[in-house]
């Protein structure tokens, strides 16, 4: 990463826990993770909890869906770490990879309701353009998507708008595909927290 | 209402820590970094990439800002305040846009 604290600058309590996690995921420890281990009063803590919430919390909105927003999000922002993170997990949470591609090149002809597709692109708009208006709310209201589904959408979309710049920023080193597989299995059993 | 709202706090506890918790970089240039605005450059540069295009950023952009006396440290701050508030402003603006919407009844 970019800066020389975010590689090394952990107590040794933290570094004591990167070392478990490699030996026993065998793979190293993402720098999405580290990042929220550093200094953690200041961003990490509430960070995960938010993004918990948003990913995890409770909504009408499937995990898969979410992770597919996550990844939806991440593939307009162009952040390549997180494109990577959130297709596998999104791959594996509805157990099909191509769906999660086919969102990713062609969202208007990808095989997903109709509701998703409305909330996906008024969420690649809102990132796209740093905006939205109420028509965007009213056309993904039509398709009948409720005002609380929106709220939560708009909690992922939150969360990522803001990772993405950090992954970008701080340099986050790219995973090979069995380390975002890792990664990914470990976001479906243990979340954000 | 009770799930947006356990959303909406969890954000706002967020933006809370990076602007008044105590850090290294003063809480003046924090709320700068956040609203991406007078932040003299080189800082600027930075600040202003991580808000509107971060996949531009570069080893550059941080040599130069801490040439000019920002620390790691206070590196780390600003380039997350900058992240969480342009993401507080797009997620502001959205919820506004769905509450007029939504505004007298039309859908709930």
Not at chain 1, 76 to 104: M, P, S, W, Y
Not at chain 1, 139 to 153: H, K, M, P, T
Not at chain 2, 59 to 73: P, Q
């Amino acid at each position: 990463m970019r800066l020389e604290i975010l590689n090394r600058g952990y107590s040794p309590g933290t570094k004591l826990l990167f070392a478990l996690i490699r030996t026993f995921s065998g793979q190293p420890v993402p720098d999405a993770a580290k990042v929220v281990f550093y200094r953690p009063d200041f961003y990490g803590a509430q960070a995960k909890k938010f993004t918990h919430e948003a990913m995890r919390g409770p909504s009408a909105w499937s995990v898969a869906d979410r992770e597919l927003m996550a990844a939806y999000v991440s593939k307009v922002n162009e952040c390549a770490f997180c494109i990577g993170a959130h297709t596998a997990t999104a791959g594996q949470a509805h157990r099909d990879g191509g769906k999660v591609q086919a969102v990713l090149t062609d969202l208007e002809s990808a095989p997903i309701e109709d509701g998703l597709r409305a909330t996906l692109r008024m969420l690649g708009k809102l990132t796209r353009e740093g905006t939205a208006d109420a028509e965007d709310m009213r056309q993904v209201l039509s398709a009948g998507v409720s005002r609380q589904q929106i709220e939560d959408a708009l909690a992922v979309c939150a969360a990522f708008n803001t990772t993405d710049r950090l992954a970008d920023a701080f340099g986050f080193e790219l995973l090979s595909p069995d380390g975002f597989e890792a990664g990914a299995k470990y976001l479906l059993k243990r979340g954000y927290r | 209402m009770a799930d947006e709202d356990t959303k909406r706090a969890a954000f706002g506890a967020l933006v809370e820590g990076v602007l008044a918790h105590e850090g290294r970089a003063t809480a003046e240039q924090r709320a700068r970094a956040y609203r991406n605005s007078d932040v003299p450059s080189p800082l600027g540069t930075l600040i202003g990439k991580v808000a509107t295009r971060p996949a531009q950023v570069t080893l550059g952009d941080f040599d130069a800002a801490k040439a000019a006396g920002f620390s790691e440290d206070q590196l780390f701050e600003l380039v997350i305040a900058a992240a969480v508030g342009q993401s507080a402003r797009q997620y502001e603006a959205a919820l506004a846009a769905l509450a007029e919407a939504t505004a007298n009844g039309e859908a709930g």
